[in-house]
């Protein structure tokens, strides 16, 4: 037995429990304690590690191992996972009762998961000393309970956390509070520093009236114009003014003394800001649309897109009344609307948006300007959501070329037009080129950023991690799939829909390397957030669910596959139509799993549609086509369908010589079906 408890904790739970193990170990292992409760009860880290997990099957085994022994004994707190299978587990008892007999009885933490009248493993209802001939007495546990209609998953692991740490709840769910309204702050104070940046304007035209002064004997004119530009100047100035009071005193609400002692949260800020707006500058309406267009884009970025739009409508609204139909405002509360439309997949009016706002930054500032790249990326945006990529990519090559000539090679938006420019080549199949604009991409970040987590940083990493995926280098793209996590759980709230996304995306490695398991529980949280964020009838919901439904297909788990793509399926021809690329890849999933539940007819009439609608968007040489091509293929030769099989291994070998290393997963494919057909036919 070890002197000292060297983990954190363990997790006790049977195998059937697993996602939420995975799901639990990794949120444990990467929360990071609020620097004020380090501080206040004298903690020696800010983080819960180690955590011990075990990852091997007890179901062959007489008695706990000795690495189970050992771990127990040398861990400070147990957390059992509640559920009528851990009820029903000789080996979660087991340890429940282990942990008790070393006296540490108060140091056990249940987390619910299922009906608490079956769940609770028999140890868990009884006191146990360590002398082993005690009598053994009823105790009731108190658990975390993170069902819906419970405590849910985020409030129960903070009770969790609370009692790993041996503090209050109300400790950690206040700090909390306030880690997130820190994480809005920040978001606040950079739009606070772009609306400030907009006093340069007032230098303008200061410089404007100095220039018309200099000629104020030549002519009543430029009296006149002085006269003009010095009142916009004043106007400009109080305008800015104006705005930042605004954002700073909306801070002031945060401040504990003026809550009355509750914790305000990001959204009632920016409710509440919202609502002050209209009253306040009732006589203002420049100032109005800037605040409203300010706090819109903050709505957008925490996925609030029903708030957004209306201030995003009204700011632009207000602009054109005020400024005209062409001005700079004008275009910028354009492009910020389109984005808007483009989540909530109303793409005719946001291409309409999009082009007005570009034709109008060319008439203003000419066809080179950084600002005209601006609304190239905006249309770049609906042009790739509606399926047309090479039109998305040549807008994308232009913006790239204004960006390096109006703003230099080092500049962020530099970075980020080559960063989306190596998106679109992936998406592609130009899979070399992508890698190489990406690395570039991040160069440029990390020399503007530093080493401090950045949003940029984050979304570079995560592309890189896809490329190595479709590389096949599974291992390297964990690697930056991980580093895109953990730098998204620094930076952003937790539940943030971008957290989703990188979840989900780190789920892809597990998955090719067959630990469906821990695939399925990624996806399974990515779900959830996605769900809270968007709605059950989004379309990004719906490509989670077709995700899930693809892990277990090869999890066998087959029936709750087929419910995971029924929901999903109307939703995404809602969302794309009938004929749309990335609905031949829903289609070929869903091939497969007829496939797996012996519905071949289904299966082949799938499998074979999707290759046809890839071939009609992507083309016949491009690796997506070749990729749902040998899914066919593989289809056929497990029904002995040879003939119809090879020229489709054929073609497809070609595309992927030319677009993979040789150690890609689909090369070995394609050779293990070509030899499975050399045998056959050897064996006639």
Not at 149 to 177: F, M, Y
Not at 187 to 198: G, H, K, P, Q, R
């Amino acid at each position: 037995m070890a002197s000292a408890p060297s983990y954190r904790a363990f997790i006790s739970y049977a195998h059937q429990d697993e996602p939420w193990a995975v799901w639990l170990h990794r949120r444990l292992e990467s929360y990071r304690v609020p620097g004020r409760i380090v501080r206040d009860h004298d903690l020696e880290s800010n983080r819960l590690l180690p955590i011990f997990r075990d990852r091997d099957e007890l179901s062959t085994a007489e008695d706990l191992s000795a690495t189970i022994r050992e771990a127990l004994s040398a861990s400070d707190n147990l957390i059992v996972i509640c559920s009528a299978s851990s009820a029903a587990s000789r080996w979660v008892n087991e340890e429940v009762r282990l942990f008790k007999s070393l006296g540490r009885a108060d140091r056990i933490h249940y987390l619910l998961i299922d009906d608490p009248s079956r769940s609770f493993p028999e140890a868990a209802r009884q006191r146990i000393d360590s002398d082993p001939t005690a009598q053994l007495q009823e105790a009731e546990p108190l658990a975390a309970d993170a069902r819906p209609e419970g405590d849910g998953k985020g409030p129960a692991l903070q009770k969790l956390i609370a009692g790993l740490l041996g503090v209050r709840l109300d400790e950690i769910v206040r700090r909390e509070a306030a880690r997130r309204n820190q994480r809005l702050t920040a978001i606040l104070a950079a739009s606070l520093v772009a609306l400030v940046a907009m006093t340069s304007l007032t230098v303008y035209a200061l410089n404007q009236r100095a220039a018309a002064r200099e000629q104020e004997q030549q002519a009543s004119l430029a009296r006149d114009d002085a006269l003009a530009a010095s009142a916009r100047a004043e106007q400009a100035q109080a305008e800015a003014e104006e705005v930042v009071n605004f954002l700073v005193d909306m801070f002031e609400v945060s401040d504990p003394s003026l809550a009355m002692g509750r914790e305000i949260t990001a959204r009632e800020l920016l409710d509440d800001g919202a609502q002050r707006i209209e009253r306040e500058f009732a006589g203002q309406p420049l100032v109005r649309a800037r605040l409203m267009s300010t706090i819109g884009l903050v709505y957008m970025s925490l996925g609030a897109f029903g708030q957004a739009e209306p201030l995003l409508q009204q700011s632009l609204e207000l602009r054109i009344a005020e400024l005209g139909e062409s001005h700079a405002e004008v275009a910028a509360s354009l492009d910020a609307l389109v984005r808007v439309q483009i989540y909530r997949n109303d793409l005719e009016a946001a291409e309409a948006d999009a082009l007005r706002a570009l034709a109008m930054r060319e008439a203003l500032f000419g066809p080179v300007d950084a600002r005209v790249a601006d609304s190239l990326v905006t249309l770049y945006e609906v042009y790739g959501e509606q399926g047309r990529f090479a039109e998305a990519e040549s807008l994308l090559r232009r913006a790239l070329a204004i960006r390096e000539a109006a703003l230099g090679m080092q500049h962020e938006a530099t970075a980020k037009a080559a960063f989306y420019l190596a998106t679109m080549v992936r998406s592609l199949g130009r899979n070399d080129e992508a890698s190489e604009l990406n690395l570039r991409a991040l160069e440029i970040q990390k020399a503007i950023y530093g080493s401090s987590p950045h949003p940029a940083v984050a979304e570079s990493l995560n592309h890189l991690g896809i490329i190595e995926l479709l590389r096949g280098n599974f291992d390297r793209a964990q690697d930056y799939y991980e580093s895109y996590v953990a730098m998204l759980r620094v930076l952003l709230p937790e539940n943030s829909p971008v957290i989703a996304i990188a979840l989900e995306n780190l789920g892809g490695p597990f998955y090719q390397r067959r630990e469906f398991d821990q695939a399925a529980a990624l996806l399974e949280e990515a779900l959830e957030i996605r769900r809270n964020a968007f709605g059950d009838d989004h379309h990004v919901v719906a490509r989670t669910l077709v995700n899930l439904g693809t892990v277990l297909t090869s999890a066998n788990q087959l029936d709750l596959a087929a419910a995971r793509f029924r929901e999903a399926l109307p939703i995404l021809r809602g969302y794309w139509g009938g004929d749309h690329p990335e609905l031949s890849s829903v289609m070929a999933s869903m091939g497969r799993l007829a496939e797996r539940r012996g519905e071949f007819e289904e299966a082949y009439s799938l499998l074979s549609d999707s290759v046809a609608m890839a071939g009609r968007h992507y083309g016949e040489g491009h690796p997506e086509t070749a990729a749902l091509t040998i899914r066919f293929a593989r289809f056929l030769v497990s029904r002995e369908r040879y003939a119809e099989a090879m020229p489709l291994l054929t073609a497809s070998r070609a595309v992927i010589e030319a677009a993979y290393d040789r150690e890609h997963p689909d090369w070995v494919s394609i050779d293990q079906m070509l030899r499975e057909i050399s045998d056959a036919g050897e064996s006639k």
